[in-house]
Structures are given as C-alpha cells and as structure tokens.
C-alpha cells in the first residue's frame, strides 16, 4: 500500500472508473464454495470502520482521528487507540486461521476513506498490509468482500445531492489507487453511513441513480428505513430474503436496486456475540413463487468500537464458523454479492423480488395523488409534517435517537455553501475539460468539501466537533479561491 503522506486522490479517473464498474458479469460465484441447493440458511456479516479525519495537527494540518487518540492517551477512551488499531488489521489473521482449521468463513468490510487514508498518514504498514492482503490475495477472494461507502462518512440525507456522487466516487478513487482496479470490480455493495437512508423522494431518487450509475449492485438498508409498497412494515420473512427498493422522484420518474435488509437490534453485541449465525439455524427455506431459496440474516456493526468488538468478537467469531463446520446443518456465512449471485445462477434475480419504499413514501404519496410536481410534493410534506408527528424526510438510520439537522444550522448552512461554490466554480470547467479533475486545485477544493460532509461533525454536538468543521470550511474557502 502506498502511504499518503499529502492528499489523497480521489478523483481524475472518473470515466475509466466508470467503466470499469458498469462491467456486467458474475464474480463472486466463480469463487464460491457453496452449493445452493444444499443451504437451509445463510448469515452475512459486516463491519464498519472509521476514523474522521481532523485539523488538529501541527498547526491545523489534517490528520486522522486516530493519530489524535494516540498522541492524547489521556483524554476520554483515547486509550483505546491501539485496541483500535488492531481491529482494522485481524481479519487478515482470523480469516486464514479459520481456513487452516477446515471452515469457511465470510466477512464484509466497510472501510471509510477517511480511515484508509489516516492508517497510510501514520505510517501503520502492519494495517495497511493487512488490508491489501484482504482487498488482493486471490484465497481472501472467496472469504472477504469489500462493500463501497462515501468516502468521508456522509449522511446521505443531509448531504447536497451534486455531491452525493462525489463522495462515491471519490471513494472508488481511492480505494482503486490503494488495491488496483481487480480488486474493485469486486466491489459490488454499498453501505450507507450510520445506515442513513434518504427518504425524501428526490434525494434518494438521486442517491440509487449515482449508485447505479458507479456500478453497484445492491444496498444494505436498515428494516425501519424502509415500508412495503402498501406502507407496512415487512413481515419478518420479507426481512430475510433480498428486496428491490424503488424510489420515485417528485417529477415521477422511478429507479430501483437491490436491497439486502439489516435487522434491527444493538448492532455491536448481535455481530459481537454472532446472533446472526444462530438466527439463520432456526429458519428454513422460503417458498417464493417456483422458486425455493435460503434466507439471508444481514447484519452490520462497527468493528471497533466498544468492548464486545473489541474483545468478544474475534471469539465469537471463530466459534460460530467452528459450530457451522462440525455440525453441518445446512446453515453457512455467505456474503451479499455471493449469496444474490447464487440465487441469480439458480433464476431467482431482481424481477422475482419483492418491492419495497423508503419510510413514509407510501403516506406522501397517498397526499400527492397521481400527477406528481415538486411543488405538490413539497406541499403535502409541510401539511403531513403539521399534522402528524411521525411524519419525517430527514430519513431514519440505525442512531434514530439523533437528528443530522436540528440544531446544526452551523455546520450544515456551510456544508450548503461551500458546495454551491464548489460546482460553481468547478462544474463548468469539468463540462469543458474533464482533465480538470486531475488537477490539484480541484483536488484540495474537493477533499475539503468531502471532509465538512463528515457526519462525526454532528454526532458529537456542538464545541470541539463544530469548531473542527469551522476550519476545514475556511480551508475549503481558500482551496476554492486559488
């Protein structure tokens, strides 16, 4: 892995990667060692890591978060700086473990850019050769797959939506120039920040069309982000089998992808003691019109972050896939990719699935009847936000507990303007000259503007946090007047 001792590039290959990613072939199941006839029930697990990136370096430089806990081993849980650490890079020791012990394991991994950048910044080699054996080694290929994000840990809701594919390609930038193009093309899921999902109708229209148009596949959604098309909560079965969320935008135009659905629950102990692995023993195949098909139990946590990942996890894990190899009872790990190009290869793909909305689509739409406009759209969201308290278009997420917008009027009134000036200034050069994204005015003014769309900057409240926002928008100000 090449360390970054500068910026990062995230962008100046947007055509080829583009290309690269619109390749429309099976990859995983050529790989696979699963046989889907024989599978009762599947589990898939994934973990998320980041780290934000900061201005607190010597005088304001940007460095990462994690650079920041080990130089103030004193303050809060900074002690856990390298506990952290090493849960970036184990998986490259659990995996070859467990496959040297005769099992099978999987695991999915979603890795901020913030986070891959800030490793390299510090000179960790022993992580970043741990990640690129994950991200190359040919054997990893059939064990580990990489799930693309935003690549500053945006909420996708709060994000403006020209930037929305910003932050998606930026991260297949980097992800690209880190591990090569191979090891992207693999890259077939996304996970959403926080589990963020837009449900106002234009900004989640946007968000599935920037992912489909950067080649991705499916989406893991979380079960209470989204409704069935009749506005129901899904039945628990529906919850196990994949689903194609479609989003209509407020001009009526409509767009699908595949979603894979995340359970809910306290995220960090399900996969830290591995509830997924023993919910997917108790059920059984699904009948779904001709065909028969195993349910998928999906499940994300963070990777690093308290003590059951810390601590409980890497035992867990190795017990489970010990368990699922001595008892051999038809339930086994899959990943996202693997399990929906199995069921593809068997004919059950997109069009047999069953559809699925954003959360409150079915309600909105209900109040807009059958000749959508924006201004009707943004008319019946005011009177159904008046009249019922439930009722919201901030989206829902796996922190629902917190608001992205409410009372963040200084991060997010920056955020707007230092994007408006960005496409400002920027877009018709790009029109003119897509070289333009190459050069490193363009890439200064970007990173700073990816960096402010940190959702860190919000979740920790007002004073430190803020203030760190504060800075990278001045920065940003300044890359934008060179």
């Not at 849980?77 to 070859?96: S, T, V």
Request: with cysteine.
């Amino acid at each position: 892995m090449t360390r970054l001792t500068t910026h990062p590039s995230l962008s100046g290959r947007e055509a080829e990667l583009l290309k690269l990613m619109q390749a429309d072939r099976p990859i995983w199941r050529d790989h696979s060692d699963r046989n889907l006839e024989t599978i009762r029930s599947g589990f898939a697990c994934a973990l998320h890591m980041h780290q934000p990136t900061i201005p607190a370096g010597p005088d304001g430089t940007l460095i990462s978060h994690l650079q920041f806990m080990f130089e103030h081993q004193g303050e809060g849980d900074n002690h856990n700086a390298e506990p952290f650490a090493q849960c970036y890079r184990r998986l490259a020791d659990l995996i070859p473990q467990l496959i040297s012990e005769g099992c099978s394991p999987r695991i999915m991994l979603d890795y901020s850019g913030n986070l891959l950048w800030g490793v390299g910044q510090m000179g960790r080699d022993d992580i970043c050769d741990a990640l690129r054996h994950l991200a190359c080694d040919p054997v990893m290929q059939r064990h580990v797959e990489w799930l693309g994000t935003f690549w500053s840990h945006a909420v996708a809701p709060s994000t403006p939506i020209p930037d929305l594919k910003l932050q998606i390609t930026a991260w297949q930038h980097q992800f690209s120039n880190l591990f090569g193009t191979d090891a992207l093309k693999r890259v077939r899921g996304f996970s959403p920040p926080e589990m963020h999902l837009p449900n106002h109708p234009d900004t989640l229209f946007e968000f599935i069309s920037a992912l489909k148009q950067c080649g991705y596949r499916w989406l893991l959604v979380q079960e209470h982000s989204v409704e069935s098309m009749d506005g129901e909560v899904l039945e628990d079965a529906r919850k196990h089998i994949p689903n194609q969320l479609v989003a209509r935008n407020s001009s009526g135009d409509m767009v699908s992808i595949t979603a894979l659905i995340k359970t809910q629950g306290s995220d960090t102990k399900l996969v830290g003691q591995m509830q997924p692995c023993y919910e997917a023993m108790g059920l059984q195949r699904q009948q779904r019109g001709d065909h028969t098909i195993p349910p998928l139990v999906s499940q994300i946590a963070d990777g690093e972050n308290g003590g059951v990942m810390m601590n409980e996890f890497p035992s867990a894990y190795c017990q489970a896939n010990h368990r699922i190899r001595d008892e051999s009872n038809g339930t086994v790990a899959l990943n996202g990719s693997e399990y929906l190009e199995l069921l593809e290869a068997d004919g059950f793909s997109s069009e047999h699935f069953p559809l699925i909305q954003a959360k409150h689509q079915h309600q909105l739409w209900q109040a807009v009847g059958d000749k959508p406009t924006a201004e009707a759209v943004s008319t019946a969201i005011a009177e159904l936000g008046e009249s019922d308290n439930r009722f919201s278009m901030e989206g829902a997420s796996w922190t629902n507990d917190l608001s992205w917008v409410k009372g963040y009027e200084n991060v997010l009134e920056p955020i707007n303007q230092l994007s408006a000036d960005f496409h400002r200034v920027f877009d018709p050069l790009v029109a003119a000259d897509p070289a333009v994204t190459g050069s490193q005015n363009y890439r200064s003014a970007l990173l700073h503007l990816l960096l402010l769309e940190t959702s860190c900057f919000r979740y920790w409240g007002q004073g430190t946090w803020t203030d760190y926002a504060t800075a990278i928008y001045e920065e940003g100000k300044k890359a934008l007047n060179q």
